[in-house]
């Protein structure tokens, strides 16, 4: 087992996390349930001002996007925070019917901005949600909206806009923003999936530890039969788990130890099975090695080690082949459900 310091306890990060999103406009009466029959939030009971963390996923349960939305009186705002805006705005155009009272704005640019204190607790979940207000002047072109107290998300090309900083909690204005290292350091932290390797037609909420934003009482839904049999069943396969590999001795091994995390390396149990792929990668500065995601299956989940064999499938690769990477759960992997129905597997 590796004895190398864990890059998990070093001080967390401090300043500004600025994330691009895109942004889509809803309006009319029908808004909530669409977005209720669209994603896996429970929308249609929701009052305006509320604020719903939610996956935009695929018939078959599949994941496409994760988004906030925004209700308000006359529609909703969907803020879509990873996937690809394009392919989730012609998702729900191909399933709008004439008679729907609902219009779709066109996709537009913002951002959204999480201020950061070393002094965050580790385990800290991801927020449910909550409400939202707008802040700025009422009939501004650009509009920015205060997501409970902790983010704020921005219309427009510009992450801050300085007739905002006024009406903002100074954690907004102060600090540096997170460099991109930094901010995917601090993504893979906490496990939250990113397109195209997390979040694609192969994965599904429970795997990646989205089971907070997924409701299994809201009646029905796109990808509803999926998501409740996995539930009902324990059928989750797979889980999201972060690594750590740590630093190479020289240059010949850092190249080696790239080569085999690259995403889409396979991973290998002790016993020689496959036991999942890389995800997502990252070489950390002062020779603390490289970290990232991975798509762990059901039976290794308990395992502390796995080896990554790289992206060659390597089907008999000997037992010095590859290199070891250490496990762990990320801090906001909200575990899936399992219902009465598990007890079959048994």
Known sequence: MSTATSPWDQPRHSGRLVQPVSLLRLDGPDTRSFLHGQTSQAVAQAAPGQWLRTCCISPTGRMRALAEVLVDESGAWLAITAGEGGAVRAAFDRVLFPADQVHLGPLQSGWLITPLSPGTPAERPEPEGGSWRAVGEPQAELQAWLLGEERLLVQGDAPLPPALAADLPAAFSSGDQLNASDSEHWRIQRGLPAAPHELNDDTNPFELGLAERVSLSKGCYVGQETLAKLATYDGVKQQLRRWHLAAATGATEARAAAACTEPGSDLQGADGSRAGLITSSLELAEGQGRIGLALVR?????????????????????????????????????????????????
């Open 298 to 346: 059901r039976r290794h989940l308990e395992a502390v080690e796995l080896r990554a064999l790289g992206s060659a499938g390597q089907e008999e690769a000997g037992p010095e082949a590859g290199a070891m990477v250490t496990l762990s759960c990320p801090e906001a992997f909200a575990p899936p459900p399992v219902g009465a129905g598990s007890a079959a597997r048994l």
